[in-house]
């Protein structure tokens, strides 16, 4: 098959570090060209990462006929403006979470996205294609916790560089668009359906005015999701999903897993703990593909760009509960709103086969009293 030809957006870190090399090695994917607001920034990235083309401007990147998709990268304030410009150049879009500054932004992508039915957009939430979240999804599907009831998620790091986008408010900063969005896209995604009200406490930096911790909760009806998220907390990252009859533990990296070693997917049950290993992967190889191919098929993206509006929903609703201390209902009608959004949910989950390959499997048991103890010592079988 065919590799799509991607032209990056700035010299972000992320890109640099983390997809660029990545959709080097992808399959359907390579990286042709990128472009800097300074023409030797581009050019020096350019010859690190042996990227054939480069170009002084953005503007530049999307006039060049040698680019089939843009991976937009940029600073939040500036997701939707240039994925618009992108798409009206002709270029197919993975634009990088979140989807912009508030829903109604999102909405103008969504909108920009119908009028170029033929270009395919995506946001770039690269945990959702690691086999270690498609695995522990299979296993809230298919019931092996019973029904799901809460999720919880802790997600920090400690950042006060004045100099990092992170804490500039016009560049949209702060911990809930960096890494808050994380824990909301994954509690809709696995309770797979939107909260009917939030509850959210904002702490903001006095300094950078950008908001250095949040915790919310999110009422799904049937289960609760509850986060907290930092920017100005030791680094941490920890998801657990709690169901009836059982619990799904992602302890090491649920969001930026190494891409080196096996990830491991904790199944607890009674006093049963099926420890699963999953492959050695790179998610970011993974999200590039699974994009490329959607564009070679013409098929839907795995990840409706509906699906970004309505996290950006729950975002805004958060934020407003965290001025007026009550709780908030999540949504707006604009276009891919969530009235709009639930009839896109059905090709969402087909997209996610139900089956992840484990590549080794192995079980402990806890003993009565340690159960009764609450001791996480357990004994091998
Ligand atoms: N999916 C993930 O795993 C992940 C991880 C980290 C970040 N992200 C997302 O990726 C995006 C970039 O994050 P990052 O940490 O890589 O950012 P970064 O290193 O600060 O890069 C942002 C780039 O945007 C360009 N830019 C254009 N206008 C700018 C302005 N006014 N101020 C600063 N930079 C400007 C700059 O490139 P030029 O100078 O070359 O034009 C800069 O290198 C954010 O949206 C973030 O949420 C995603």
Known sequence: MKKIRFGVLSTARIGVRKVIPAMQNGEHTEVVAIASRSANKAREVAHYLGIPRWHGSYEALLADPHVDAVYNPLPNDQH???SIRALEAGKHVLCEKPIGLSAAQGGDLVAAARRHPRLKVMEALMYR???QWRKAKELVETGQIGELRAIQVFFSFYNDDPGNIRNSSSKGGGALMDIGCYASSLSRWLFNSEPRRVFGLV??????????????????????????????IAHFQ??????????VELSEGPFNPPNDHPCVVRLRRGSEVQRLELEVCDQYRIQGDRFAEAILRDAPVPIPLEDAVGNMEVLDAIVASGRNGGWVRPGAAHPGSARERRTN???SRNDFPLYTHVRHCDYTYSTRKELENGSTNTTSY
């Open 80 to 82: 939707v403006h240039w």
């Open 129 to 131: 294609h690691h086999p």
């Open 203 to 232: 702490v903001n930096d006095p300094h950078f005015g950008v908001d250095r911790l949040v915790s919310a909760i999110l009422d799904f009806g049937v289960g609760h999701a509850t986060f907290t998220c930092s920017m100005q």
């Open 238 to 247: 920890r998801a657990h999903l709690a169901g009836v009859e059982g619990h």
């Open 345 to 347: 949910r059905q090709s």
